[in-house]
């Protein structure tokens, strides 16, 4: 039987799990009000604790089920947090994950037991420990992820017009396009199916229905840099 390691200090585990939310318009963070002490009732990132006999995955998906009812969310590993101080209880280690999802299509799952709430990013209050942290390097990851992968498409509809997809784009990286310029850039880059359909909803004229080939994509996707504001910045973040 082996021994333990009886000479090292134990230290606890935790998982906080960072979701971003687009409703069609905007950006937004899930956040719920803390119910334990220290800092009950604040503003906080959904987290908890490891258990002995769990994977981090399971931890993850545990975790974010019980504080907002939100399941087959699928999320990514950020980053570790391990500054001795970060909770002032205990010295506990902290795995970020993070995730964007469509809020419509989760919002009948939301839970209110933990007052589970959106916010937009520009309105988000005060948070505990370092979790403020967490959220802007997280911010920071998706928009090198949006870069670099078509995994803004999965939050529009099978087929999308340009508008809408500026929309997004816009709402991820916090600034504002030149409609003809967006417009001009994304179809230079060869990567959108024109249909023959137009939506008709938002004016008279109407705008085309665009769908993404995905299979050039796979082979062409730095295409996409040519209109992401300052991309250096964020393809350096890790």
Not at 88 to 110: C, G, H, M
Not at 136 to 142: G, M, N, R, V
Not at 188 to 206: H, P, R, Y
Request: charged share 30%; aromatic share 12%.
């Amino acid at each position: 039987m082996l021994s333990r390691y009886n000479k090292e200090t134990r230290l606890l585990v935790a998982i906080d799990c960072i979701i971003f939310g687009f409703d069609g318009s905007n950006i937004k963070l899930l956040l719920i009000q803390r119910g334990m002490e220290p800092e009950i009732g604040k503003w906080s990132l959904m987290g908890g604790f490891v258990r002995p006999d769990e994977g981090l995955e399971d931890a993850s998906n545990r975790i974010l089920k019980k504080l907002t009812g939100l399941e087959n969310v699928y999320m990514e590993q950020l980053l570790v947090f391990g500054e001795p101080n970060r909770d002032p209880v205990e010295r506990t280690v902290s795995i970020a994950y993070f995730a964007l999802i469509d809020i419509f299509q989760y919002e009948k799952q939301l839970s209110d037991e933990y007052h589970a709430e959106w916010f937009m990013l520009k309105d988000v209050p005060p948070l505990i420990f370092d979790h403020d942290k967490m959220v802007s390097l997280a911010k920071k990851q998706l928009r090198y992820k949006a870069a670099l992968h078509p995994v803004l498409f999965e939050l529009l509809p099978l087929r999308f017009t340009i508008p809408q997809l500026q929309h997004l784009y816009e709402a991820v990286y916090d600034t504002n396009f030149d409609n003809r310029n967006f417009s001009r850039k994304i179809l230079s880059t060869g990567l959108l199916i024109k249909q023959k359909e137009k939506d008709k909803k938002t004016s008279k004229k109407g705008a085309y229905y665009f769908k993404l080939d995905k299979r050039k994509y796979a082979d062409h996707f730095k295409a996409f840099l040519n209109f992401i504001p300052n991309p250096e910045k964020f393809l350096n973040t890790h």
